[in-house]
């Protein structure tokens, strides 16, 4: 039980198109995802909480604008990446928590963006 | 602040036990989490310390000293396949994680 799922896993674009990333919750009903990013060679860096039905919440630095999140429903989030730069290529990754479990995060297998 | 402290690079030999630090300062505390990660893959979960003491977990363990603010993570019969980066994280007041940058584990044979 308790898998996340990211789409795609992987996937280049070109400089100033904008690039959408799916996460979910297969076997449960996660009221929060979180988003991360991770440069080559250092930690996870989170970048977004998102609570389903509600806007979410962005790290300092991080801007909202440009980085949309979606949490339409208890099983689906979205991170938007629009006008993607070369300096956005990153590993992507989401985790979810299930509603009452405030303990335990599950991660999805992440998604490697590359902008050209 | 907030902070996670742990290495940055270990070395061990295959079949040997490494143990792996972190010291953390965060507002508040609801537990130290510890994650492998391969590379190009996402993190999985090894294990979660809330009160004080040693966890055994097969062949991992986790200490933790709320008093010190320090934890480990103990690798015992090391395997090649223990080669990943390890991820400690503090769960602050709020239920965020705090994120250290990775101990990246490196077994020889």
């Known amino acids: 039980g308790a898998v996340v799922s990211q789409h795609p896993s992987w996937v280049i674009c070109k400089s100033g198109t904008s690039v959408k990333i799916e996460c979910r919750s297969l076997?449960?009903?996660?009221?929060?995802m979180f988003w991360y990013r991770q440069f080559p060679k250092q930690s996870l860096m989170l970048m977004a909480t998102?609570?389903?039905?509600?806007?979410?919440?962005?790290e300092q630095g991080v801007e909202k604008d440009k980085f949309l999140i979606n949490h339409a429903s208890l099983t689906l989030s979205t991170l938007t990446v629009t006008s993607a730069h070369p300096e956005d290529s990153s590993f992507y990754i989401c985790s979810a928590r299930e509603a009452g479990v405030i303990y335990e995060q599950y991660f999805g297998p992440g998604t490697r963006l590359t902008v050209t | 602040g907030q902070n996670i402290d742990q290495p940055t690079e270990m070395t061990a030999t295959e079949g040997a036990i490494v143990q792996i630090n972190c010291t953390y300062q965060t507002s508040g505390f609801n537990g130290l989490f510890w994650y492998q990660q391969h590379a190009g893959e996402a993190p999985t979960f090894l294990s979660y310390n809330v009160l004080d003491g040693l966890e055994e977990k097969g062949r991992f363990s986790s200490f933790l000293s709320r008093s010190k603010g320090y934890s480990y993570l103990l690798l015992k019969e090391l395997q090649m396949k223990d080669s990943a980066s390890y991820l400690c994280?503090?769960?602050?007041?709020?239920?965020?994680?705090?994120w250290g940058a990775g101990t990246k584990l490196i077994i020889k044979p």
């Open positions: 998102s609570n389903e039905g509600s806007k979410a919440t962005y």
């Open positions: 076997d449960f009903q996660a009221t929060t």
């Open positions: 994280a503090a769960m602050d007041s709020n239920y965020q994680l705090i």
